[in-house]
């Protein structure tokens, strides 16, 4: 019967990892997933994390199952972080949210919802989005179509089709929105942008869902959530998939969380059962530890400082590389003007090489970045940074 199956391509950008690993060059460099590395080129255990670990090893009773939905004391501090402690979703109680093993596992749960309780939705992504998105609801059965977003020859946001594009969909649609530092283009909306958006949800009835993953890497995880605290203050209704993968360097636990928030409680109540449903027949329940480190760290004013300040620095290291990488690149002669990529946000830069270059940029140098042309800036330091200024001034 196995003899009947065909190879499944490799995955864009975790599949690049089984072809760096198996790569023999001692200078090749992966820019590839989206994982922080400091100076050392090393991705390293936060010290909060550290911290929050020895705690937790010396005080865990019991290793039991959480519930269906997870770790109490965690759903119970991801909301105000998302939302804002003063948000009037929390006082409520329009919302609930359930731990998800990562943003993946969050966005998939997602997924089954629309599909299974929704009925009938088309999901839209941007063009382009996380090279993820589309095999996710693909997968819950539900049909994908795509909005405008960037605009390739400004490399820039192409507001006003976005725009244009949402206010086309309506009831029967849902849309996936980047809650801040778009992947794979790091370039988000303003603020004023945001507010036009949830006119057109409000306006067309479209569901928005949105994919936090990166919150803390653009400015710092207030202002990072302006978009989305807008839009849960104006629509009655809302999906948020978060990720603690990269803004807590927590990749391996797998610890995100969906939250949905409802016109009134009971309709929150009732959304949950479905998840809990959905979740139970998939995987159960969530195992624990990233959902306990998370909070205790959230829990304790002093480890949540310390976490917010090692937060602050994985963003300006990876502000520092950008100015390095354009700067860099001016100064081996390469054409263009390269401040589009200090302009964008979070852990990537949509660099705008092509698929030859990029292929190029593997074969002869040991360079890998995803055939988008999307670079992980996280990724550079200032070892690495001279090899990859030279290699991409040869294939340019
Ligand atoms: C990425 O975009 O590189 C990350 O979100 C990791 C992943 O799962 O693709």
């Not at 849309?175 to 949800?201: E, K, M, R, Y």
């Not at 306006?203 to 849960?232: K, T």
């Not at 530890?289 to 949540?304: D, N, R, S, Y």
Request: net charge negative; proline share 4%; glycine share 8%.
């Amino acid at each position: 019967m196995f003899e009947k199956i065909e190879f499944a391509p490799a995955d864009p950008i975790l599949g690049l990892n089984e072809a760096f690993r198996a790569d023999p060059r001692n200078d090749k460099v992966n820019l590839g997933v989206g994982v922080y590395k400091d100076e050392a080129g090393q991705t390293p255990v936060l010290n909060c994390v550290k911290q929050a670990e020895a705690r937790i090893l010396a005080d865990q009773q019991s290793k039991s199952y959480l519930g269906i939905d997870g770790h109490v004391q965690y759903r119970a501090l991801v909301q105000p972080l998302l939302l804002g402690e003063a948000h009037p979703v929390l006082a409520t109680k329009r919302a609930h949210t359930i731990q998800a093993p990562g943003g993946t596992g969050a966005l998939r749960i997602a997924g089954d919802f629309i599909a299974s309780c929704l009925g009938g939705k088309k999901v839209w992504i941007s063009n382009p989005s996380w090279a993820n998105h589309r095999g996710i609801f693909e997968t819950a059965g539900l049909e994908v179509g795509e909005y405008r977003y960037y605009d390739a020859a400004a490399k820039a946001l192409n507001f006003d089709a976005m725009l244009a594009d949402l206010d086309q969909l309506g009831a029967d649609d849902v849309v996936i929105l980047h809650g801040c530092c778009h992947n794979p283009s790091g370039i988000d909306p303003t603020l004023a942008q945001w507010q036009l958006l949830a006119q057109s949800a409000k306006r067309n009835g479209w569901l928005p869902l949105f994919d936090f993953a990166y919150q803390g890497f653009a400015q710092d995880v207030e202002s990072d959530a302006a978009g989305l605290r807008h839009f849960a203050s104006e629509l009655p209704e809302l999906l948020v998939a978060n990720s603690f993968s990269k803004n807590f360097g927590l990749y391996n636990e797998r610890i995100g969380a969906l939250t949905v928030i409802a016109a009134e409680q009971e309709g929150a109540d009732r959304a949950l059962s479905q998840v809990k449903r959905i979740v139970r027949a998939n995987y159960s329940n969530p195992p624990s530890h990233g959902a306990e480190v998370v909070a205790t760290i959230l829990a304790c004013p002093q480890l949540k400082a310390l976490w917010l300040e090692e937060l602050a620095q994985m963003c300006l290291r990876i502000r520092r590389m950008r100015t390095e990488l354009a700067d860099g690149l001016l100064a081996a002669g390469v054409a263009g003007d390269f401040s589009f990529i200090e302009a964008q946000n979070g852990m990537f830069s949509f660099s705008g090489l092509n698929k030859a270059q990029v292929a190029r940029l593997k074969e002869e140098f040991g360079i890998y970045i995803v055939g988008s042309g999307r670079i992980n800036v996280a990724g550079l330091t200032p070892d690495n940074l001279p090899k990859i200024i030279q290699a991409i001034a040869a294939v340019s």
